[in-house]
């Protein structure tokens, strides 16, 4: 087999048995940060698995400079969390005696509701406690960092040194112009980094545009491949976009393994021979099957549903009364790659047409695409399968939205979904939606393809539906 094709070949079960008892395991940022968003028992989990590979960790120095910029406003994203949880109790109970109230009950049937709301009372306050317990329990910005202890105990010595000179560093972003511009990974989705917040890290001494991080940690693993004449190596990274993993629309999206550009890459610039990705929770189920480690099932669902989600959030749930168990859901799914981009296109073409002045990016972290108005006024529009609502109630969307309203002063949220002309779910799908309250300035647009690869609204909900910003061509 040539090498220039590796990269399309999935290792071998031998070389996955070599993989995991030889190479080198190499850790991203986000893998760490992830820690902190986890229920206790599946971190303990985690960092238990960690403690087997003592000695085989290896952490990028770009992965620990952005782990040591974002750790705070992590700690701190948790407890916001908290409190958008306790909003969102109050307006349950207020919003439900509320609507007892209009169906004046006690005046029209021998329906007595009096002891339903003492009822349902007791179990909302049962839930508080136990969520008051939990947020007095949750670390703060100013606390040690037990967490950040364990990590720096795994690591040791094994983290990278800072690059020698900013040449080295302004070389690599100049080839991520050109690479980015050809979508060749890793990072080239990452070019709204530079937009709303700093363009720069800072440390040593030299400056770290933030857009290129990826590509700057992947330069690092290949010299320090090379340094070292390391030939195996595990990376580690819960970033699954497509500019790192190789995914596939089959009845959903599959991922197959890393890039084959980045596998033959790393093969043509050092002497590894096996390079393999994973995500956090592949790999504990993994560890779990090939090390025979006792992992809990309920760790690898609660890793799964944290790292899934953009802005994820799991709330411990012991103690909590079954019908009340809540993990915020989350922000965006994934449609197949085909429609999310062919539908990305159309939203961002109109928006860029319809608002000329205004500041767009798409990829951002937090919603496929962001519009920064000329007076500052912030909009989020979001690309979601049908499913999305069909699988979520209205105060989980209300959970999403008073979070992210507040951490991002947003002034309206657009959620798109696009249907076939004939799916047999969009009309129970209004007339459920019709029954509940959209949040203001949330406005929820169903979209159907009109001619060629042209998306056409075909129905909308929300009290903003009017507004200029909503998506409607």
Request: glycine share 6%; aromatic share 12%.
């Amino acid at each position: 087999m040539s090498k220039d094709f590796i990269g399309y070949y999935q290792p071998s079960k031998d070389d996955f048995a070599d993989l995991w008892k030889n190479g080198t395991i190499i850790i991203d940022a986000n893998v760490l940060l992830n820690l902190y968003r986890y229920p206790a028992s599946a971190r303990d989990d985690m960092l238990r698995v960690f403690e087997k590979f003592k000695g085989k960790l290896w952490l990028p120095h770009q992965a620990m400079l952005e782990y040591q910029e974002n750790r705070l406003g992590v700690i701190a994203d948790q407890r916001v969390k908290f409190r958008g949880v306790k909003k969102l109790i109050y307006d349950t109970q207020d919003n439900f005696r509320n609507k007892l109230e209009e169906l004046q009950l006690r005046k029209r049937s021998n329906i007595d509701p009096d002891k339903y709301l003492k009822s349902l009372n007791d179990i909302y306050k049962q839930f508080e406690v136990e969520l008051d317990n939990l947020f007095n329990g949750q670390m703060d910005v100013s606390d040690e960092d037990e967490i950040r202890i364990q990590i720096m105990e795994l690591l040791g010595e094994n983290i990278g040194e800072c690059p020698f000179d900013q040449k080295w560093l302004d070389d690599i972003c100049k080839e991520g112009e050109q690479r980015y511009l050809q979508r060749i990974p890793p990072g080239y989705k990452d070019n709204e980094k530079s937009q709303g917040g700093e363009p720069c890290h800072h440390c040593g001494g030299l400056s770290f545009e933030r857009k290129y991080g990826d590509l700057i940690m992947w330069f690092e693993i290949i010299e320090y491949a090379k340094q070292n004449s390391l030939d195996k190596i595990i990376f580690l990274t819960d970033d699954n976009k497509g500019d790192w993993f190789w995914n596939v629309d089959s009845d959903g999206k599959k991922t197959i393994g890393p890039k084959p550009f980045l596998v033959n890459e790393i093969h043509r610039k050092s002497n590894v021979k096996l390079f393999y990705m994973y995500t956090t929770e592949q790999f504990i189920k993994y560890a779990k099957e090939k090390l025979q480690f006792q992992v809990k099932p309920e760790s690898i669902k609660q890793i799964k549903e944290a790292t899934d989600k953009k802005i994820p959030f799991v709330i411990e749930p012991s103690g909590i009364p079954s019908t009340l168990k809540i993990g915020v859901p989350t922000i965006r799914d994934i449609l197949s790659e085909d429609v999310e981009n062919s539908l990305k296109r159309n939203v961002f073409d109109w928006l860029v047409s319809t608002f000329p002045c205004d500041n767009i990016t798409d990829n951002t972290s937090h919603f496929d695409i962001v519009r920064i108005s000329s007076d500052d006024h912030i909009f989020g529009y979001d690309f979601k399968g049908i499913g999305y609502l069909a699988q979520r109630s209205l105060d989980s969307l209300l959970i999403d939205y008073y979070y992210i309203a507040a951490r991002y002063k947003l002034h309206g949220w657009n959620i798109i979904i696009p249907v076939s002309s004939s799916h047999f779910y969009m009309d129970t799908l209004i007339r459920r939606l019709k029954k509940d309250n959209i949040p203001d300035n949330v406005v929820i647009s169903i979209v159907r393809p009109s001619s060629g690869s042209e998306y056409k609204t075909v129905y909308m909900l929300g009290s903003s539906s009017n507004c200029d910003w909503v998506y409607k061509p």
